[in-house]
């Protein structure tokens, strides 16, 4: 099963339908025979790490899955995959959130002062390098193609650097940008879990 982890940072209204449903992730990965979940994140908590806690409860029970973050949620996607390892047998990284750029983090830290804590991290948010070099799972990497100032191609560099064994899918835009479509993701994503 895949869990699709939507993307934002204290973000109204980014939540799974407007990340995933809406754009036609879900539909068109159900389509392709995958079973799929996309729970909505603990928006405005405290911690990556109470993001993870939340996120494991919304996992379905059963055997491992594979964890789709998008954006931040990848932040929270690891955290979980670190946390709960026998819970998560692959990860995909995609469009992840560039850390550690003075512009964007100073925008956030602007508009929600309340949020600067989650902004610390290595490569990605709540997750420190060590962290990721140390991920013993199967990870792939799905930059945004084009990138952006929130979702920079060195950001994609970096995580296939760092993870061992990492591959990169194939880049498309992140929803919910004007320019995404659901069909190029919904063929990696496809592809990659058979």
């Not at 339908?17 to 405290?46: I, Q, S």
């Not at 799972?137 to 064994?165: F, I, K, M, S, W």
Request: aromatic share 4%; with cysteine; hydrophobic share 50%.
């Amino acid at each position: 099963m895949l869990v699709l982890v939507h993307g934002g940072l204290w973000d109204d209204p980014v939540d799974a339908a407007a990340f995933w449903e809406r754009p036609g992730v879900v539909d068109g990965l159900r389509a392709a025979g995958v079973a799929v979940a996309a729970p909505d994140r603990a928006m405005r908590a405290g911690s990556w790490a109470a993001e993870a806690a939340h996120l494991g409860a919304q996992v379905p029970d059963g055997p491992p899955v594979v964890l789709v973050g998008g954006s931040n949620g990848c932040s929270a996607a690891v955290r979980l995959a670190l946390a709960a390892p026998e819970r998560v047998r692959a990860l995909v990284l995609a469009w992840p959130a560039t850390a550690g750029d003075g512009r964007v983090d100073g925008r956030i830290r602007e508009a929600l002062p309340e949020a600067a804590g989650l902004l610390a991290g290595g490569t990605l948010r709540g997750v420190t390098d060590a962290e990721l070099a140390g991920l013993r799972l199967p990870v792939a990497v799905l930059p945004a193609t084009p990138e952006n100032p929130v979702h920079q191609r060195r950001t994609a560099d970096a995580l296939l650097a760092l993870v061992p064994g990492a591959v990169e899918l194939p880049g498309c835009p992140e929803p919910p940008h004007p320019a995404f479509r659901p069909e190029p993701l919904v063929a990696a994503l496809a592809g990659w879990v058979a």
